[in-house]
Structures are given as C-alpha cells and as structure tokens.
C-alpha cells in the first residue's frame, strides 16, 4: 500500500461535497483550521450547495457537480489531500467515474468516514492508504490542538502512525492478530460486497460502525458475511460505535455481535471508538495493523 506524500506549509487541501449537504459554517470552521495549520483551503465549487433528489435524498449538487468538485481536486497537482466535508448519501455514485490508476500514480490523502466509506474503498482498490476520521463537523467544534485533529495532522505532515488503547470490554475476545485493516460504515460497505470495491475480505482486521440501523438490520447484514464465508475467515474484528439504535441491556447491539462471532477463534474489541460520536478514533485504512486484546483492553497500532 502507498502512502500519500506528507503535506508542508502552503500545500492546498481541497474541501468537497461528495454525499450530503453540509452546513456552511462547518466548511468556514475547516477552512479556519486549514490556514492555521499554514495549509491553503480550496473549496469546491458546489461544496455548500443543497439539493435534493427523489424528493427526500439531500446532495450538496447534482451528480455532475459533486463529480466535477471531487476529480478538479483529484486531478489538481496542487492539491494534496481531500478533506470530504460530511457523510449523508452519494459517495457510491462517484466509483464509477473514478480512474483507479490515476489514484495510484498521483496519491494523495482522504480524509472522511460514514458515507465516505465508499471512497475509502476506491482508495484501497488503487492500493493507496486513507483516513477514516472525522471530517469539517470536528474540525468547526473542536480547535486544532484536539486529539483527534492532532492525530489527523502528524499522519499527513509527519507520518506519525498512532497508537491506541481501549479499556477492556466484557463482550472482548482475547487474542492477537497482525494484517491489513479495512473497514467504516458496515451498511456502506456490504452495499460494495461483490463489486471492484469490496473492503470485506477473508484475512483482514475489520472495523465495524453504523448509525441508525437497528439491531436486526445489522443482524442481517452478518448474517450475509457470515454466508459469504468472509465472517468466519477474518484476523480480527473491531466493534465500534452504533449510534441510534432501539436496544435494551438484554438485547443490545453487542450482544447480538458478540454471538455473531462466538464460534470463531480471533481477537475482537467492543466499544472502540469510532463512528457517529465526537471522539471519533483516526484509522489509517489499507495499513498494516496490530491487534492485540488481553484482561487490560485491545491495543491497535499500524506499521
């Protein structure tokens, strides 16, 4: 896998829309963050825009538009990591558009999860490395010396790798397991099951959030995995957040993961945190990965 060079003062980073309407004082906050860091903010040009499709879908553009944002920042020399500006819906329809060997002979970062899964996936198809983090909502409520944003900057600037440390969880499973992380929003990616931009592979560590899907939905799309024979196969697994969700404490979402796997043998962390909630964990996608879960909690560093 590549890593994208590492940015200096006075790169630009382009903000787009590829999938939802993001709110305009969210894409000023990134741009306040960008110019602090000494980066030059480009915006896309329908990167605030709103519109609406089957009468109930939000886009920030058109098709064509988001499509027209995304490959200018793409294909701009200039530019030298994306930063996606929300999730929502959309980023699927750009995949097909996306010249795969132009991404792997002009690497350059993304930055972006939920829906932004979708790219992440096309990014790992041209074998390039990405991030899986919060997006221009983090870096508009939270200053730049955040955690999260801090960990954000070291992987682009300084290719500083981080390593993380989750209390213990008593869904866990213990175990260690080394091999190239893939993963994101678990109703993005089966939507990709079966396509060119498959993330769900036998062998891989797999990290798993969603929002808003209830407890059988997600049942049923490991159930799918299961069938498929990628559940089983995996090196480990990483349970993250699932925000939204009608549950009880007798019949939560992570009981329901937790005998999902239970007859498979490699380490699983619950509660990591990543997905919809503020501290929102950087995963560096396509990387190779560390896995470690003992009595004190799961441990997840990339090489």
């Known amino acids: 896998m590549l890593i994208p060079p590492l940015l200096k003062p006075g790169d630009k980073i382009a903000i787009v829309s590829p999938s939802g309407t993001v709110l305009s004082e969210r894409v000023d906050g990134a741009v306040n963050a960008f110019k602090q860091w000494g980066f030059v903010p480009v915006e896309g040009e329908h990167c605030r825009q709103q519109y609406t499709t089957y009468s109930v879908v939000s886009h920030s553009a058109p098709l064509e538009s988001r499509l027209a944002d995304f490959l200018k920042a793409l294909h701009d020399p200039e530019v030298r990591a994306i930063l996606c500006s929300r999730g929502g819906y959309g980023a699927v329809q750009l995949l097909e558009h996306l010249d795969i060997d132009y991404i792997a002979a002009h690497p350059k970062w993304i930055v972006g999860f939920s829906d932004i899964s979708a790219l992440h996936a ?152 990543i997905g919809h909630v503020p501290r929102n964990l950087p995963i560096i996608e396509g990387a190779t990965a560390n896995l470690e879960v003992d009595g004190d909690g799961a441990r997840l560093t990339f090489s």
């Open 122 to 273: 096309a990014w790992h198809r041209a074998g390039v490395v990405s991030i899986h983090s919060p997006m221009a909502k983090h870096l508009t409520l939270f200053d730049t010396d955040d955690e999260i944003n801090q960990i954000n900057y070291k992987i682009m600037t300084r290719g500083e790798f981080p390593s993380y440390h989750v209390p213990a969880h008593h869904h866990n499973r213990m175990g260690c397991a080394t091999a190239t992380i893939t993963g994101g929003n678990l109703a993005v990616l089966m939507s990709l099951l079966a396509s060119p931009f498959n993330l769900l592979k036998p062998g891989n560590i797999l990290f798993i959030e969603d929002v808003s899907e209830q407890i059988y939905q997600v049942q049923r799309l490991l159930y799918h995995l299961r069938l498929a024979g990628i559940l089983p196969r995996l090196s480990g697994l990483i349970v993250g957040q699932f925000t939204k969700h009608r549950g009880d404490e007798t019949n939560s979402m992570y009981d329901m993961i937790s005998d999902m796997v239970a007859d498979y043998d490699y380490p699983v962390a619950f509660n990591f945190p």
